[in-house]
Each structure stands twice: as structure tokens, then as C-alpha cells.
């Protein structure tokens, strides 16, 4: 794939993604041994699946189309995605010859990803809905002509399981910025869930890399935003995660 921006026609901004990206092909090496067997994304919480959980969501919030990318323990979990997920359409993007991380993951999605507004969400978080369903919320304070990235954080005090030290500073005019350096702490942490333009992918190194590369561009031209969740988060980043967690969806 050649280092080219992609032409896009331009986005009426506003407008409630049909399409997701569901970021499924890291290695879950935090959630051994229960990743020995099977990918993380297919780890139960709750009696389900974690990337069902995503599309439990997603089927809420309209999405018709998600693509997820593969490499661990690959033809597992594309037949999972494939052959148990009803309702919507899914389009895999096969990384089973070498892991591209999350940047480079949707450069090569890139294809599959149409030129809209996208979810972009990672299969290994949790969250539960407060007063309002989070990817629409996402989508009713999306402005295309004004961001390239709208992500969703949750408060630290309210990130459960998570062991940072936060991620992101929220202005009043909805801007991010990033913690501001080592050895403090950044109020909000990031969720896994966003809205993303596809017109960010462009300039790309070669091999794997960070979708940070790409969030750094949109927070330093001022086009990344934040919408604080309303409802519950959970990290499913490790074994000792999965009973906190139900513990707390058991409590209500």
C-alpha cells in the first residue's frame, strides 16, 4: 500500500456511523494462561464473549457493517465473528502474517473502511451505558468539519480495573490534550471506543505502529475531541480483571 492520503468526499459531519472497526488481533499476553487457548477477544465476561459484548453495542447504536482484524489464534476467532455474530455484516482484515498493531491495523483495513466516519473500538474493554447510549452520544456530538477524532474517556476514579495514571485532559470547548508528562496524572482515561476519519490515515510509516501517531496529528492541528462517559467502564486486561468485574455487574 502506497504512503498516500486517501480522497475522500467531504463528510456532512454529524451523521451516525454505519461502519466499525473492531481492533481483535493483539496477543493478550496479559491475560495468560487463559489466552493459551483461545484469542482474547473470545474470553468470557459476564457469560459472553468480550467482542460480543462490542456488538451487542454496536447492534444498539445501528452500526450495519464492522470490520475486525485477525492474527492470534486467527481462524478461531474469524469463525466465531463470522458464523455466531448475527444482525450485522463482517468483513475481516487478515493480519495473520504479521501483527500491524493499531495504526497500522486500520492502514490495512483501509480498504474495507469506506470513506465515512467510522467507530473505532478495541475488543478487549467493557462498558455499560449510562443515561444515554455511549456510541450515540458519540455520534450526536461528532462535528466532521471540525474534528478528525472523537474520543470517549471515563473519569480515573470511575476506570475500573485500570492501573494508569490517566491519558488525556479535557478543555471546555471539548479539545484533548495529552497527560502532560511523566509522574503526573491526566484526569480521563481512554476507553477504547472513538470516532475516527478516515482522512487521518495518511503519511503512514512502514510495519506495525500506534494509532497514537494519528491522534498526535489531529490534538496538535486542535481537531481531537473527548466526550466523557456517562456510564460504566471496565480494563479486561488481565485473569484477575474478569471476577471484579462481574462482581460489579452483578452488584448493578
Partial sequence: MSRRQWRLRPDPGGAVP???MVMAAGLGKRMRPLTAVRPKPLIEVAGKPLIDHVFDRLKDAGVARAVVNVHYLADTLEAHVTHRIKGIEVAISDERARLMETGGG????RGLLGDDPLYVINSDNLWIDGPVDALKLLASR???DA???LLLMVPLARAHNHKGSGDFHLAPDGRIT???RPGTVAPFAYTGVQIFHPRLIADWPEGPFSTN????RAIAAGRAFGQVHQGLWFDVGTPRAIPRTEAILHDG
Fill in 213 to 216: 501517531l494519528f491522534w498526535d
Fill in 106 to 109: 486500520l492502514v490495512q483495513a
Fill in 147 to 149: 474534528m478528525d477524532a
Fill in 178 to 180: 495529552r497527560r502532560r
Fill in 18 to 20: 454505519r461502519t466499525a
Fill in 142 to 144: 461528532w462535528d466532521g
